[in-house]
Protein backbone atom coordinates (compact mmCIF):
# COMPACT_ATOMS: atom_id res chain seq x y z
CA UNK A 1 0.00 0.00 0.00
CA UNK A 2 1.74 3.29 -1.04
CA UNK A 3 1.37 6.03 1.04
CA UNK A 4 -0.57 8.42 -1.49
CA UNK A 5 -3.31 5.58 -1.87
CA UNK A 6 -4.78 6.64 1.63
CA UNK A 7 -4.08 9.75 1.53
CA UNK A 8 -7.40 12.32 1.52
CA UNK A 9 -6.19 15.75 1.06
CA UNK A 10 -5.75 15.55 -2.47
CA UNK A 11 -9.11 16.48 -5.12
CA UNK A 12 -9.05 15.27 -8.25
CA UNK A 13 -11.63 15.63 -11.06
CA UNK A 14 -12.36 12.84 -13.54
CA UNK A 15 -12.86 13.56 -16.85
CA UNK A 16 -16.40 14.02 -17.61
CA UNK A 17 -16.60 12.22 -20.84
CA UNK A 18 -19.62 10.52 -20.36
CA UNK A 19 -23.15 12.55 -20.31
CA UNK A 20 -26.07 10.74 -18.71
CA UNK A 21 -29.49 11.91 -19.75
CA UNK A 22 -31.00 12.47 -16.76
CA UNK A 23 -34.83 12.65 -17.27
CA UNK A 24 -36.41 14.66 -14.71
CA UNK A 25 -39.91 14.57 -13.32
CA UNK A 26 -39.64 17.57 -11.24
CA UNK A 27 -41.82 20.55 -10.54
CA UNK A 28 -40.40 23.69 -11.06
CA UNK A 29 -41.50 25.47 -7.97
CA UNK A 30 -42.67 29.74 -8.54
CA UNK A 31 -44.41 29.93 -5.13
CA UNK A 32 -43.55 31.42 -1.99
CA UNK A 33 -40.14 30.90 0.37
CA UNK A 34 -40.56 27.83 2.50
CA UNK A 35 -38.28 28.28 5.27
CA UNK A 36 -36.26 25.29 5.85
CA UNK A 37 -38.98 23.07 4.61
CA UNK A 38 -39.80 22.86 8.45
CA UNK A 39 -42.96 21.17 7.90
CA UNK A 40 -44.03 17.80 7.32
CA UNK A 41 -45.80 17.16 3.92
CA UNK A 42 -48.98 15.36 3.58
CA UNK A 43 -48.46 11.84 3.68
CA UNK A 44 -48.10 9.02 1.30
CA UNK A 45 -50.01 6.90 -0.67
CA UNK A 46 -51.69 4.47 1.75
CA UNK A 47 -49.88 1.77 0.42
CA UNK A 48 -47.23 1.30 3.74
CA UNK A 49 -50.51 0.40 5.45
CA UNK A 50 -50.32 -3.15 3.19
CA UNK A 51 -46.88 -3.32 3.92
CA UNK A 52 -46.68 -2.77 7.77
CA UNK A 53 -43.62 -1.65 9.73
CA UNK A 54 -40.56 -2.69 7.86
CA UNK A 55 -37.61 -3.46 9.19
CA UNK A 56 -34.73 -1.27 7.83
CA UNK A 57 -31.44 -1.40 7.10
CA UNK A 58 -28.97 1.64 6.25
CA UNK A 59 -25.79 1.40 4.20
CA UNK A 60 -24.03 4.84 4.51
CA UNK A 61 -21.04 4.30 3.33
CA UNK A 62 -17.83 7.20 3.66
CA UNK A 63 -16.43 9.31 0.96
CA UNK A 64 -17.99 7.08 -2.39
CA UNK A 65 -18.10 9.04 -5.14
CA UNK A 66 -21.76 9.32 -7.33
CA UNK A 67 -20.75 6.94 -9.94
CA UNK A 68 -18.26 4.33 -7.49
CA UNK A 69 -21.29 1.91 -8.29
CA UNK A 70 -21.72 -0.06 -11.37
CA UNK A 71 -26.27 0.81 -11.02
CA UNK A 72 -24.15 4.90 -11.28
CA UNK A 73 -21.93 3.95 -13.84
CA UNK A 74 -18.79 2.84 -12.48
CA UNK A 75 -15.96 2.27 -15.38
CA UNK A 76 -13.86 -0.25 -13.09
CA UNK A 77 -15.55 -1.66 -10.03
CA UNK A 78 -17.51 -4.49 -10.21
CA UNK A 79 -20.34 -4.48 -7.77
CA UNK A 80 -22.67 -7.38 -8.92
CA UNK A 81 -24.85 -6.83 -5.22
CA UNK A 82 -25.73 -3.99 -5.62
CA UNK A 83 -26.62 -4.34 -9.13
CA UNK A 84 -29.32 -6.38 -8.38
CA UNK A 85 -30.36 -4.40 -5.72
CA UNK A 86 -30.85 -1.74 -7.93
CA UNK A 87 -32.72 -3.72 -10.45
CA UNK A 88 -34.61 -5.14 -7.93
CA UNK A 89 -35.81 -1.75 -6.17
CA UNK A 90 -34.98 2.30 -6.88
CA UNK A 91 -32.05 3.89 -7.63
CA UNK A 92 -32.72 7.73 -7.26
CA UNK A 93 -30.26 9.81 -9.43
CA UNK A 94 -31.16 13.55 -7.54
CA UNK A 95 -30.47 12.56 -4.02
CA UNK A 96 -28.57 14.78 -1.88
CA UNK A 97 -26.43 14.42 1.83
CA UNK A 98 -27.53 17.24 4.43
CA UNK A 99 -23.34 18.36 4.31
CA UNK A 100 -20.32 17.51 3.10
CA UNK A 101 -18.16 15.92 5.96
CA UNK A 102 -18.77 13.31 8.38
CA UNK A 103 -19.69 14.49 11.28
CA UNK A 104 -22.56 17.17 9.90
CA UNK A 105 -23.54 14.44 7.55
CA UNK A 106 -24.14 12.08 10.18
CA UNK A 107 -25.72 14.46 11.89
CA UNK A 108 -28.29 15.37 9.23
CA UNK A 109 -29.20 11.73 8.32
CA UNK A 110 -29.82 10.73 12.15
CA UNK A 111 -31.57 14.18 13.65
CA UNK A 112 -33.60 15.40 9.94
CA UNK A 113 -31.78 18.22 10.73
CA UNK A 114 -29.05 20.44 8.83
CA UNK A 115 -26.11 20.57 10.58
CA UNK A 116 -26.02 24.32 11.58
CA UNK A 117 -29.66 23.50 12.62
CA UNK A 118 -28.11 21.53 15.97
CA UNK A 119 -24.93 23.29 16.17
CA UNK A 120 -22.83 20.48 13.89
CA UNK A 121 -22.37 22.70 10.71
CA UNK A 122 -18.65 22.91 9.70
CA UNK A 123 -15.67 20.65 11.02
CA UNK A 124 -15.84 16.71 11.92
CA UNK A 125 -15.32 15.82 15.67
CA UNK A 126 -12.20 15.34 16.61
CA UNK A 127 -10.69 12.86 19.36
CA UNK A 128 -8.97 16.06 21.28
CA UNK A 129 -11.77 18.15 20.73
CA UNK A 130 -14.66 18.55 23.01
CA UNK A 131 -17.65 19.27 20.22
CA UNK A 132 -20.14 16.20 19.86
CA UNK A 133 -24.28 15.90 19.03
CA UNK A 134 -26.30 17.30 21.73
CA UNK A 135 -27.59 13.81 23.35
CA UNK A 136 -31.01 16.02 24.01
CA UNK A 137 -31.61 15.67 19.66
CA UNK A 138 -33.90 13.08 18.56
CA UNK A 139 -31.96 10.85 16.57
CA UNK A 140 -33.46 8.47 13.73
CA UNK A 141 -32.87 5.38 16.52
CA UNK A 142 -34.23 6.72 19.40
CA UNK A 143 -37.27 7.37 16.67
CA UNK A 144 -37.37 3.87 15.95
CA UNK A 145 -36.76 2.71 19.51
CA UNK A 146 -39.39 4.61 20.71
CA UNK A 147 -41.76 3.01 18.08
CA UNK A 148 -40.31 -0.79 19.21
CA UNK A 149 -37.79 -1.72 16.96
CA UNK A 150 -34.50 -2.89 18.05
CA UNK A 151 -31.76 -0.67 17.14
CA UNK A 152 -28.22 -1.72 16.17
CA UNK A 153 -25.04 0.66 14.84
CA UNK A 154 -22.34 -0.84 13.00
CA UNK A 155 -19.55 1.47 12.00
CA UNK A 156 -18.11 4.90 12.03
CA UNK A 157 -19.96 7.21 14.10
CA UNK A 158 -18.05 10.43 14.62
CA UNK A 159 -20.70 12.12 16.63
CA UNK A 160 -19.00 12.32 19.79
CA UNK A 161 -16.36 9.92 21.54
CA UNK A 162 -17.34 9.25 24.88
CA UNK A 163 -19.68 7.62 27.01
CA UNK A 164 -22.83 9.61 27.34
CA UNK A 165 -22.35 10.78 23.51
CA UNK A 166 -21.59 7.38 21.71
CA UNK A 167 -24.56 5.50 20.36
CA UNK A 168 -26.08 3.62 23.62
CA UNK A 169 -26.83 7.50 24.77
CA UNK A 170 -28.22 8.28 21.03
CA UNK A 171 -31.14 5.40 20.78
CA UNK A 172 -28.97 2.23 19.90
CA UNK A 173 -29.75 -1.01 21.63
CA UNK A 174 -26.32 -2.17 20.53
CA UNK A 175 -23.25 -0.98 19.12
CA UNK A 176 -20.54 -2.05 17.54
CA UNK A 177 -17.82 0.24 15.84
CA UNK A 178 -15.26 2.68 15.98
CA UNK A 179 -15.85 6.50 17.43
CA UNK A 180 -14.82 8.39 15.05
CA UNK A 181 -12.56 8.69 11.37
CA UNK A 182 -10.25 5.51 10.30
CA UNK A 183 -7.51 7.83 9.73
CA UNK A 184 -7.52 9.17 13.44
CA UNK A 185 -5.02 6.99 13.74
CA UNK A 186 -1.90 6.69 15.75
CA UNK A 187 -0.36 5.11 13.67
CA UNK A 188 -0.07 7.05 10.80
CA UNK A 189 -0.94 10.07 12.33
CA UNK A 190 1.07 10.38 15.39
CA UNK A 191 -1.03 13.12 17.36
CA UNK A 192 -3.93 10.93 17.79
CA UNK A 193 -4.88 8.71 21.05
CA UNK A 194 -4.95 4.97 19.87
CA UNK A 195 -8.30 4.22 18.21
CA UNK A 196 -10.83 1.83 19.52
CA UNK A 197 -13.23 -1.09 18.82
CA UNK A 198 -16.04 -0.33 20.32
CA UNK A 199 -18.85 -2.29 22.10
CA UNK A 200 -21.42 -0.12 23.29
CA UNK A 201 -19.63 2.52 25.58
CA UNK A 202 -16.15 0.43 25.65
CA UNK A 203 -13.15 -0.08 23.89
CA UNK A 204 -12.23 -3.74 23.26
CA UNK A 205 -9.83 -3.80 20.92
CA UNK A 206 -7.34 -1.86 19.36
CA UNK A 207 -6.92 -0.28 15.27
CA UNK A 208 -3.41 -1.20 15.75
CA UNK A 209 -1.42 -2.83 12.70
CA UNK A 210 -2.72 -2.17 8.65
CA UNK A 211 -4.44 -5.70 9.10
CA UNK A 212 -6.50 -4.32 11.86
CA UNK A 213 -7.95 -1.45 9.42
CA UNK A 214 -8.10 -4.22 6.60
CA UNK A 215 -10.39 -5.87 9.43
CA UNK A 216 -12.76 -3.00 9.60
CA UNK A 217 -15.54 -3.88 6.92
CA UNK A 218 -15.65 -7.54 8.02
CA UNK A 219 -16.15 -6.80 11.49
CA UNK A 220 -19.29 -4.08 10.88
CA UNK A 221 -20.72 -6.62 8.88
CA UNK A 222 -20.31 -9.41 11.17
CA UNK A 223 -21.74 -7.86 14.17
CA UNK A 224 -24.57 -6.52 11.46
CA UNK A 225 -25.50 -10.02 10.75
CA UNK A 226 -25.04 -11.27 13.99
CA UNK A 227 -27.58 -8.30 14.93
CA UNK A 228 -30.56 -8.89 12.38
CA UNK A 229 -30.24 -12.69 13.26
CA UNK A 230 -31.09 -12.30 16.76
CA UNK A 231 -33.74 -9.65 15.96
CA UNK A 232 -35.41 -11.24 12.85
CA UNK A 233 -38.68 -12.23 14.57
CA UNK A 234 -39.00 -8.32 15.27
CA UNK A 235 -38.50 -5.25 13.86
CA UNK A 236 -35.20 -3.72 14.09
CA UNK A 237 -33.11 -0.76 12.37
CA UNK A 238 -29.42 -1.63 11.40
CA UNK A 239 -27.31 1.47 10.39
CA UNK A 240 -24.51 0.61 8.89
CA UNK A 241 -22.07 3.20 8.51
CA UNK A 242 -18.78 2.00 7.00
CA UNK A 243 -15.42 3.51 7.37
CA UNK A 244 -14.49 2.58 4.29
CA UNK A 245 -13.67 4.15 1.58
CA UNK A 246 -12.59 6.96 3.67
CA UNK A 247 -8.82 6.83 3.40
CA UNK A 248 -6.22 4.83 4.68
CA UNK A 249 -7.78 1.99 2.46
CA UNK A 250 -7.18 -1.24 3.40
CA UNK A 251 -9.60 -3.86 2.68
CA UNK A 252 -9.96 -7.37 3.68
CA UNK A 253 -7.56 -9.97 2.35
CA UNK A 254 -10.07 -11.85 -0.16
CA UNK A 255 -10.19 -8.53 -2.12
CA UNK A 256 -6.35 -8.48 -1.99
CA UNK A 257 -6.04 -8.78 -5.73
CA UNK A 258 -7.51 -6.03 -6.48
CA UNK A 259 -5.67 -3.12 -8.83
CA UNK A 260 -5.71 -0.18 -5.94
CA UNK A 261 -7.22 0.05 -2.36
CA UNK A 262 -10.30 2.15 -3.60
CA UNK A 263 -11.64 -0.91 -5.93
CA UNK A 264 -10.67 -3.15 -3.18
CA UNK A 265 -12.74 -1.36 -1.09
CA UNK A 266 -15.89 -1.31 -3.29
CA UNK A 267 -16.03 -4.31 -4.39
CA UNK A 268 -15.63 -5.59 -0.37
CA UNK A 269 -18.36 -2.96 0.33
CA UNK A 270 -20.57 -4.86 -1.95
CA UNK A 271 -19.86 -8.14 -1.20
CA UNK A 272 -20.93 -7.37 2.50
CA UNK A 273 -24.32 -5.35 1.44
CA UNK A 274 -24.95 -9.43 -0.90
CA UNK A 275 -24.29 -10.88 2.64
CA UNK A 276 -26.83 -8.77 4.25
CA UNK A 277 -29.06 -9.39 1.37
CA UNK A 278 -28.20 -12.70 1.14
CA UNK A 279 -29.60 -13.17 5.34
CA UNK A 280 -32.50 -10.91 4.79
CA UNK A 281 -33.87 -13.65 2.02
CA UNK A 282 -32.37 -16.39 4.43
CA UNK A 283 -34.68 -15.69 7.06
CA UNK A 284 -37.38 -14.56 4.83
CA UNK A 285 -37.70 -11.31 6.24
CA UNK A 286 -36.93 -10.11 2.78
CA UNK A 287 -39.80 -8.92 1.75
CA UNK A 288 -40.98 -6.60 5.06
CA UNK A 289 -37.28 -5.18 4.85
CA UNK A 290 -36.40 -1.91 3.65
CA UNK A 291 -32.82 -1.62 2.74
CA UNK A 292 -30.99 1.84 1.90
CA UNK A 293 -27.84 2.62 -0.15
CA UNK A 294 -26.06 5.65 0.29
CA UNK A 295 -22.67 7.55 -0.02
CA UNK A 296 -22.35 10.10 3.37
CA UNK A 297 -20.63 13.31 0.89
CA UNK A 298 -19.23 14.04 -1.88
CA UNK A 299 -16.44 11.03 -3.62
CA UNK A 300 -12.85 12.03 -2.05
CA UNK A 301 -9.59 11.93 -3.84
CA UNK A 302 -9.91 8.68 -6.42
CA UNK A 303 -13.36 8.23 -6.95
CA UNK A 304 -15.80 8.08 -9.24
CA UNK A 305 -17.79 10.92 -9.90
CA UNK A 306 -18.51 11.19 -13.59
CA UNK A 307 -20.81 13.09 -14.81
CA UNK A 308 -21.18 15.33 -11.80
CA UNK A 309 -18.38 18.40 -11.55
CA UNK A 310 -16.97 18.65 -8.16
CA UNK A 311 -15.82 16.59 -5.34
CA UNK A 312 -16.01 16.18 -1.28
CA UNK A 313 -13.50 19.03 -1.28
CA UNK A 314 -15.88 21.70 -2.62
CA UNK A 315 -16.98 23.90 -4.37
CA UNK A 316 -20.40 22.60 -3.75
CA UNK A 317 -20.92 21.44 -7.45
CA UNK A 318 -22.97 18.31 -7.41
CA UNK A 319 -20.61 15.96 -6.99
CA UNK A 320 -19.93 17.95 -3.80
CA UNK A 321 -22.97 16.35 -2.42
CA UNK A 322 -25.13 14.32 -4.86
CA UNK A 323 -25.39 10.75 -3.25
CA UNK A 324 -25.51 7.33 -5.08
CA UNK A 325 -28.87 6.37 -3.71
CA UNK A 326 -30.61 2.95 -3.74
CA UNK A 327 -33.92 1.78 -2.30
CA UNK A 328 -35.09 -1.67 -2.44
CA UNK A 329 -38.09 -3.19 -0.35
CA UNK A 330 -39.89 -6.52 -2.60
CA UNK A 331 -43.05 -6.61 -3.10
CA UNK A 332 -43.70 -2.68 -2.02
CA UNK A 333 -40.93 -1.18 -3.50
CA UNK A 334 -41.71 -1.63 -7.14
CA UNK A 335 -38.52 -3.04 -9.37
CA UNK A 336 -35.71 -1.61 -11.99
CA UNK A 337 -37.37 2.02 -11.60
CA UNK A 338 -34.88 5.13 -12.36
CA UNK A 339 -35.73 7.94 -10.41
CA UNK A 340 -34.96 11.45 -10.37
CA UNK A 341 -37.34 12.98 -7.58
CA UNK A 342 -35.49 14.93 -5.45
CA UNK A 343 -34.23 13.95 -2.05
CA UNK A 344 -31.99 14.93 0.68
CA UNK A 345 -30.81 12.35 4.25
CA UNK A 346 -32.43 14.89 6.32
CA UNK A 347 -35.63 13.71 4.70
CA UNK A 348 -35.30 9.98 5.61
CA UNK A 349 -35.79 10.48 9.50
CA UNK A 350 -39.79 11.87 8.16
CA UNK A 351 -40.27 9.48 5.78
CA UNK A 352 -39.31 6.29 7.89
CA UNK A 353 -41.16 7.25 11.01
CA UNK A 354 -44.14 7.62 8.46
CA UNK A 355 -43.45 4.25 7.04
CA UNK A 356 -42.21 2.44 10.49
CA UNK A 357 -45.45 4.36 12.56
CA UNK A 358 -42.81 6.59 14.51
CA UNK A 359 -43.29 9.75 16.00
CA UNK A 360 -41.47 13.34 16.06
CA UNK A 361 -39.98 14.57 18.76
CA UNK A 362 -41.94 18.08 17.81
CA UNK A 363 -38.47 20.20 17.31
CA UNK A 364 -38.33 21.99 13.83
CA UNK A 365 -36.59 19.65 11.48
CA UNK A 366 -35.61 20.26 7.63
CA UNK A 367 -36.18 17.05 6.25
CA UNK A 368 -40.34 16.64 5.09
CA UNK A 369 -41.50 13.09 4.47
CA UNK A 370 -41.12 11.59 1.32
CA UNK A 371 -42.21 8.06 1.60
CA UNK A 372 -44.63 8.91 -1.63
CA UNK A 373 -41.92 9.14 -3.79
CA UNK A 374 -40.08 5.55 -2.13
CA UNK A 375 -43.73 3.69 -2.31
CA UNK A 376 -44.56 5.65 -5.85
CA UNK A 377 -41.83 6.23 -7.63
CA UNK A 378 -42.82 6.25 -11.01
CA UNK A 379 -45.99 8.94 -10.64
CA UNK A 380 -45.12 10.50 -7.06
CA UNK A 381 -43.82 13.78 -7.27
CA UNK A 382 -41.63 14.74 -4.28
CA UNK A 383 -42.46 17.42 -2.04
CA UNK A 384 -39.45 18.70 -1.50
CA UNK A 385 -39.07 22.30 -3.02
CA UNK A 386 -35.31 22.75 -2.51
CA UNK A 387 -31.95 21.33 -1.88
CA UNK A 388 -29.94 23.49 0.72
CA UNK A 389 -25.92 23.46 -0.05
CA UNK A 390 -24.70 24.81 3.45
CA UNK A 391 -25.28 28.37 2.23
CA UNK A 392 -23.28 27.73 -0.59
CA UNK A 393 -25.84 26.94 -2.79
CA UNK A 394 -29.00 26.14 -3.70
CA UNK A 395 -30.89 23.42 -5.99
CA UNK A 396 -34.84 24.62 -7.00
CA UNK A 397 -36.25 22.30 -9.52
CA UNK A 398 -33.79 22.02 -12.70
CA UNK A 399 -32.23 25.48 -11.27
CA UNK A 400 -29.06 25.44 -9.40
CA UNK A 401 -27.39 28.46 -8.05
CA UNK A 402 -24.31 28.56 -6.69
CA UNK A 403 -23.10 31.86 -5.67
CA UNK A 404 -23.17 34.10 -8.73
CA UNK A 405 -23.30 31.11 -11.06
CA UNK A 406 -26.86 29.74 -12.38
CA UNK A 407 -27.07 25.83 -14.03
CA UNK A 408 -29.71 24.33 -15.50
CA UNK A 409 -29.06 20.88 -14.27
CA UNK A 410 -32.19 19.41 -16.97
CA UNK A 411 -29.86 20.53 -19.49
CA UNK A 412 -26.37 20.53 -18.07
CA UNK A 413 -26.04 18.29 -14.71
CA UNK A 414 -22.05 18.54 -15.23
CA UNK A 415 -22.90 22.15 -14.59
CA UNK A 416 -20.45 23.51 -18.00
CA UNK A 417 -22.34 26.30 -19.10
CA UNK A 418 -23.25 29.61 -16.29
CA UNK A 419 -26.92 30.82 -17.36
CA UNK A 420 -26.84 33.61 -15.00
CA UNK A 421 -26.58 36.25 -17.55
CA UNK A 422 -29.32 35.19 -19.13
CA UNK A 423 -31.68 34.29 -16.13
CA UNK A 424 -30.98 37.54 -13.70
CA UNK A 425 -34.67 37.08 -12.24
CA UNK A 426 -34.32 33.40 -11.14
CA UNK A 427 -30.54 34.30 -9.47
CA UNK A 428 -32.12 37.51 -7.47
CA UNK A 429 -35.09 35.05 -6.29
CA UNK A 430 -33.13 31.98 -5.33
CA UNK A 431 -29.93 34.62 -3.69
CA UNK A 432 -33.16 35.38 -1.62
CA UNK A 433 -34.73 32.46 -1.10
CA UNK A 434 -31.00 31.28 -0.21
CA UNK A 435 -30.10 34.00 2.13
CA UNK A 436 -34.01 33.37 3.58
CA UNK A 437 -33.28 29.14 4.50
CA UNK A 438 -30.01 30.52 6.03
CA UNK A 439 -31.10 33.16 8.66
CA UNK A 440 -34.23 30.58 9.07
CA UNK A 441 -31.83 27.88 10.09
CA UNK A 442 -29.52 30.12 11.92
CA UNK A 443 -32.41 32.08 14.25
CA UNK A 444 -33.84 28.11 15.13
CA UNK A 445 -30.08 27.49 15.65
CA UNK A 446 -30.02 24.80 18.65
CA UNK A 447 -26.93 24.31 21.14
CA UNK A 448 -24.13 21.41 20.10
CA UNK A 449 -22.59 19.36 23.57
CA UNK A 450 -18.94 20.17 24.65
CA UNK A 451 -18.10 17.22 26.49
CA UNK A 452 -16.11 18.19 29.53
CA UNK A 453 -13.52 16.44 29.96
CA UNK A 454 -12.54 15.33 27.18
CA UNK A 455 -10.11 13.35 26.70
CA UNK A 456 -9.19 10.12 24.82
CA UNK A 457 -11.64 7.29 24.96
CA UNK A 458 -8.06 4.79 25.51
CA UNK A 459 -5.09 6.03 26.60
CA UNK A 460 -1.00 4.74 25.18
CA UNK A 461 -1.47 3.14 28.63
CA UNK A 462 -4.74 1.72 28.58
CA UNK A 463 -4.49 0.32 24.91
CA UNK A 464 -1.80 -1.75 25.80
CA UNK A 465 -4.10 -4.26 27.67
CA UNK A 466 -6.15 -4.57 25.10
CA UNK A 467 -5.53 -7.18 21.82
CA UNK A 468 -5.67 -5.82 18.51
CA UNK A 469 -8.60 -6.20 16.74
CA UNK A 470 -7.31 -9.05 14.37
CA UNK A 471 -6.45 -10.80 17.72
CA UNK A 472 -9.89 -9.83 19.16
CA UNK A 473 -11.99 -10.95 16.15
CA UNK A 474 -10.00 -14.51 16.23
CA UNK A 475 -10.91 -15.04 19.90
CA UNK A 476 -14.04 -14.18 19.75
CA UNK A 477 -14.82 -16.68 16.25
CA UNK A 478 -16.17 -13.67 14.51
CA UNK A 479 -16.58 -14.95 11.19
CA UNK A 480 -13.33 -13.45 9.31
CA UNK A 481 -14.30 -14.56 5.48
CA UNK A 482 -16.64 -13.25 3.40
CA UNK A 483 -19.18 -15.93 2.49
CA UNK A 484 -21.21 -13.98 -0.35
CA UNK A 485 -18.86 -12.75 -3.20
CA UNK A 486 -19.70 -12.23 -6.46
CA UNK A 487 -22.34 -14.99 -7.83
CA UNK A 488 -20.56 -18.27 -9.09
CA UNK A 489 -17.39 -16.81 -7.44
CA UNK A 490 -14.56 -17.91 -4.95
CA UNK A 491 -12.57 -16.10 -3.45
CA UNK A 492 -9.56 -17.59 -4.50
CA UNK A 493 -10.67 -18.17 -8.34
CA UNK A 494 -12.25 -14.83 -8.40
CA UNK A 495 -8.71 -13.43 -7.21
CA UNK A 496 -6.80 -15.54 -9.40
CA UNK A 497 -9.13 -14.57 -12.57
CA UNK A 498 -8.21 -10.76 -11.55
CA UNK A 499 -4.72 -10.99 -11.47
CA UNK A 500 -4.72 -12.93 -15.28
CA UNK A 501 -6.20 -9.88 -16.32
CA UNK A 502 -3.22 -7.76 -15.65
CA1 LIG B 1 -17.29 11.31 4.77
Known amino acids: MKAEEWQDNGHR ?62 RRNKTPHLSRMAEEGVRFTDFYNGYTACSPSRTSLLTGCYAGRVGMGGGVCFPNKPKALNPAEYTMAEMFKDAGYATGGFGKWHLGHLPGYLPPSHGF ?64 FAYIPYSAVHGPRFAHKDFAGRKDGLRAQVEEIDAAVGEVMALLRELKVDRKTLVMFMSDNGGSAGTEIQPLRGNKGGPAYEGHMRTPFLAWWPGTIPAGIVSGQVGVTVDLLPTLAKLCGGSLSGNPIDGVDISAVFLDPEKAV ?64 RPNAQMNPCGPLVTEESAKKLPRLAEWMKQAQWQVHYDVLPPGEKAGKLKKKVDKKR
Not at 34 to 59: D, H, L, M, S, Y
Open 382 to 445: SPRKFVYYKGEGLREGKWKLLGNELYDLEADVSEKNNVAQAHPDVVEKMTQELAQISRTIANQK
Open 13 to 74: LFPMVRQFMFTFAMVLCTGAIIPAEAEPAPGATGKETAAQRPNVVIFFIDDMGYADIEPFGS
Open 173 to 236: DEYWGIPYSNDMWNKRMGKYPPLPFVHNNEAVAIVDLEEDQSLLTRAFTAAALSFIRKNSGKSF
